[in-house]
């Protein structure tokens, strides 16, 4: 036999067991249901919706009724995706992906307990997903995957950040209203209480700027690494074997240079390198409990001097050197370099990625859904907005189950 023959022959076996011990675990469940529609008064059913934690995936138990147990089926119909139709020791069940959850269907007066319906096809789901397991290890080697597209989550998260950032700068900067002093106090002890006063609130101000510059710049690389992973997709360009897995495992900067274009190496470079320099010098060390790559939190101990930074004068450039680590200059400068490279990934050739991005498109790594993407980009702009619309409305068509 030839391996192709033999493959085939493994799968038939395998998915012999697995309905053998999926069947095992449906003792009980078979395929005969009388007809009915929900209008029939014949036949009433009681419906409850089981906890989402115990079938977070629907769609598997449409894979085993309909594939492993061979139910009969039906839809997509209106705010229904499927429906399966059997039975459970004589008593009519019916499984249903609704557009509200997961609902399951017993016959009304029988003595049947929806605890033992739930319970008997999680014990089943079990052994499908042991089946499945290969099956999807090897799609996601051969990047036959999609990635949900999460980009306004983690540019929302940025910008909720850099806005209190801003707000808390801005609140440092501008004095407070001064008060009007006693004229039976004594004027030099309350302008005295007054400059500390305003101290104090300036101080107070630029670590809450500090505290949300941090946060905005963990969320900037998060967000950036995302936004790679999904312009990656949306250039068009088709991936070798496994290259969606290296992809995923790059290092941003390795990401940055996959995504744009060779033409644009001069304008990045400069931000490229202001980029590694915060993530350097303020966004490791404050993920990383404090630790800086060139040793600068390690202090050795001089003899008859004291504790010197291991990294020497290197430390004048590190986040801890001043007394609020990052100052309102500084985040100024960070965003500006957040801006820049914003502006690179959203103009010239990737635009229109980016545009497929801002739409909410799901990426596809597949090579019919990657030349797909690459047609759309290519094409006119009426063929680009027609792209764009179909998918949106697809997208609400499948989630409103408007069927």
Same mark, same amino acid.
């Given at each position: 036999?030839?391996? &192709?023959?033999?493959?085939?022959?493994?799968a038939?076996?395998?998915?012999?067991?697995?309905?053998?011990?999926?069947?095992?675990?449906?003792q009980?469940?078979?395929?005969?249901?009388?007809k009915?529609?929900?209008?029939?008064?014949?036949?009433?059913?009681?419906?409850?919706?089981?906890?989402?934690?115990?079938?977070?995936?629907?769609?598997?138990?449409?894979?085993?009724?309909?594939?492993?147990?061979k139910w009969?089926?039906?839809?997509?119909?209106?705010?229904?995706r499927w429906?399966?139709?059997?039975?459970?020791?004589?008593?009519?069940?019916?499984l249903?992906?609704?557009?509200?959850?997961?609902?399951i269907?017993?016959?009304k007066?029988?003595a049947?307990?929806?605890?033992r319906?739930?319970?008997?096809?999680k014990?089943?789901?079990?052994?499908?997903?042991?089946?499945?397991?290969?099956?999807?290890k090897h799609q996601?080697?051969n990047?036959?995957?999609t990635?949900a597209?999460?980009?306004?989550?983690?540019?929302?998260?940025?910008?909720?950040?850099?806005?209190?950032?801003?707000?808390?700068?801005?609140?440092?900067?501008t004095?407070?209203?001064?008060?009007?002093?006693?004229?039976?106090?004594n004027?030099v002890?309350?302008?005295?209480?007054?400059m500390?006063?305003?101290?104090?609130?300036?101080t107070?101000?630029?670590?809450?700027?500090?505290?949300?510059?941090?946060?905005?710049?963990?969320?900037?690389?998060?967000?950036?690494?995302?936004r790679?992973?999904?312009?990656r997709?949306f250039?068009?360009?088709?991936f070798?074997?496994?290259?969606?897995l290296?992809?995923?495992?790059?290092?941003?900067?390795?990401?940055?240079?996959?995504?744009?274009?060779?033409?644009?190496t001069?304008?990045l470079?400069p931000i490229?390198?202001?980029m590694r320099?915060?993530?350097?010098?303020?966004r490791?060390?404050?993920a990383?409990? %404090?630790? &800086?790559?060139d040793? %600068?939190?390690?202090f050795?101990?001089?003899?008859?001097?004291?504790?010197i930074p291991?990294?020497?004068?290197?430390?004048?450039?590190?986040v801890?050197?001043?007394?609020?680590?990052?100052?309102?200059h500084?985040?100024v400068?960070?965003?500006?370099t957040?801006?820049?490279?914003d502006?690179l990934?959203?103009t010239?050739?990737?635009?229109?990625?980016?545009?497929?991005?801002?739409?909410?498109?799901?990426?596809?790594?597949?090579?019919?859904v990657?030349?797909e993407?690459?047609?759309a980009?290519?094409?006119?702009d009426?063929?680009?907005?027609?792209?764009l619309?179909?998918?949106?409305k697809e997208?609400?068509?499948?989630?409103?189950?408007d069927?």
């Amino acid at each position: 036999m030839t391996k &192709e023959a033999d493959a085939s022959q493994d799968a038939i076996d395998a998915f012999a067991i697995v309905t053998s011990r999926v069947m095992k675990s449906l003792q009980g469940f078979t395929d005969d249901f009388p007809k009915w529609s929900e209008h029939d008064q014949d036949l009433k059913m009681s419906t409850f919706k089981p906890d989402r934690s115990d079938f977070p995936v629907p769609d598997l138990v449409h894979f085993m009724m309909r594939y492993v147990v061979k139910w009969k089926m039906s839809g997509p119909e209106e705010k229904v995706r499927w429906t399966a139709y059997g039975s459970v020791d004589g008593t009519p069940v019916f499984l249903q992906m609704r557009k509200f959850g997961f609902t399951i269907g017993i016959e009304k007066g029988r003595a049947l307990s929806p605890q033992r319906v739930v319970g008997q096809l999680k014990a089943g789901l079990k052994e499908v997903e042991k089946f499945l397991e290969p099956y999807a290890k090897h799609q996601v080697e051969n990047g036959d995957v999609t990635i949900a597209n999460r980009f306004y989550e983690f540019e929302d998260r940025y910008r909720f950040f850099r806005d209190l950032a801003d707000r808390a700068y801005r609140r440092a900067k501008t004095p407070r209203r001064k008060k009007q002093v006693a004229s039976a106090g004594n004027p030099v002890s309350a302008c005295m209480s007054d400059m500390v006063a305003e101290l104090n609130r300036s101080t107070r101000a630029n670590h809450e700027g500090f505290y949300h510059s941090t946060a905005m710049i963990d969320a900037y690389f998060s967000a950036l690494e995302h936004r790679l992973v999904l312009l990656r997709a949306f250039t068009g360009a088709a991936f070798t074997d496994g290259a969606v897995l290296s992809l995923l495992a790059a290092r941003w900067d390795e990401k940055l240079k996959l995504v744009v274009p060779a033409i644009e190496t001069k304008r990045l470079a400069p931000i490229l390198g202001k980029m590694r320099d915060i993530k350097e010098r303020i966004r490791n060390p404050f993920a990383h409990g %404090g630790n &800086e790559n060139d040793r %600068g939190s390690l202090f050795f101990h001089l003899p008859r001097v004291g504790a010197i930074p291991a990294n020497f004068s290197g430390f004048g450039r590190s986040v801890r050197f001043t007394v609020v680590p990052i100052g309102s200059h500084s985040h100024v400068e960070i965003c500006r370099t957040f801006d820049q490279l914003d502006a690179l990934l959203e103009t010239g050739s990737l635009e229109r990625p980016h545009r497929m991005i801002r739409a909410s498109i799901d990426p596809s790594f597949d090579a019919t859904v990657i030349k797909e993407y690459a047609d759309a980009i290519s094409g006119t702009d009426e063929h680009f907005e027609h792209y764009l619309d179909w998918w949106s409305k697809e997208w609400e068509r499948h989630t409103n189950m408007d069927y």
